[in-house]
C-alpha cells in the first residue's frame, strides 16, 4: 500500500518537474523568437500566469529560465539583474494574488513592471560605476521601457484571459 | 467582489498611464534639445595611459557625435541605446570585451545618453574617457 502511494507520489513529482521544465523551456523559446521586436516579449505575461499556476514552482521555473539566459547569452552585468528582476514581478503577482484582480489589474501590473524594467536592471550599474552610470542607464533607455510598459499592457489585456481560461479548462480550477 | 477586483483594476490603470507620464517627462528633462545656430565646445579624449587631446570646436550640430566627428574619428554601432562607441581615434575600448568603454562627460557629469542623442549647448565642454569596466 505505501509502496504503490510512494509510486504515484513519485508519478506525480515526475509530472510535475516535466512541466515546469516545459514551461521554462517555453519562456526561453518565445523569448528569443520575439527577439527582433525591441523590448516586445510574452515573458511577463508568463510569469505572471506560471505564479498564479504554480505559485513557489514558478520559481523554479525563473531560475531554470535565467540559467539557460545565461548560458546561451553569456554572464555579463544584465544576468545579475536577471536574478532578482523576474524574482520581483514573482514577489509582486504572489502579493496581489492573493485578492481576485481583473485582467486590468494584471495588465496594469505587467504595464507597470515592463516601464520599471529599465529602472530595475540598471542597479548592477550603480555597483559598476555609481549613481551617475546608473541614473545615465536608464535614463537612456526610457524609450525602450515606455515601449516595454505598453507592449506588456496590450499583450496581457489580450491574452491573460484566454491563456488563463484554456489552463483551468485542462487542469482544473486548483492546480497549486 | 467583482466591482472590488474592477476598482483595483482600474486604480492600477491609472498608475500606470501616471508612471509611463512621469518617465516620458523624466526622459525630456534629462536631454533637453539643443539651441539651433552656431555653439563653441570644447571636446576632450583621454586615452587608456592617462593622455589627453583637447579640441576647440565651432558647430552648427545638433549632437555630440556630430561636433565631434569634425576633430575626432569615432568609431562604434547603433544600438537599442543609441551610437556605442568602441573606438575614438582608433584607441579601442569595447565593452563587449568586458575590459573597458568609452564614458562620455558633458561639463564634466557622466551624460545621460550615447553621443547621438547627447545635444551639445553653447560653452560645453565635451569629454570621451577611456575607462576601465
Redesign the interface.
Known sequence: MKGSERGVSGVRRAREIVRLGLCAALLFVLKAALAPL?NIEAVTLLVILYTLWFGRGALLILCLFVTLEGAVYGF?LWWIAYLYVWAVLWLAVTLAGR???????W???G??FG??FGFLCSFPYLA???I??M???W????????IH??AN?ALILVLFSPLDSLWKRVNGPKTK | MKHTARRSGLTAALLFIVLAVLMLAARCCALPAAPAGEKRITVSVTYADGTAEHFEVSTRADCLKEAAEAVLTLEGEETAHGFTVYAVNGAEADFRKGEAYWAIYADGVYAQSSADRLPVFDGGSYAFVYERL
Open positions: 525591441p555579463h485578492r481576485e484582480r481583473s485582467t486590468l489589474f495588465a496594469a501590473l504595464g507597470i516601464l520599471s559598476a560605476g555609481g551617475h552610470t541614473l545615465g542607464w535614463a537612456a533607455g526610457i524609450p525602450f521601457d515606455l510598459g505598453f499592457f
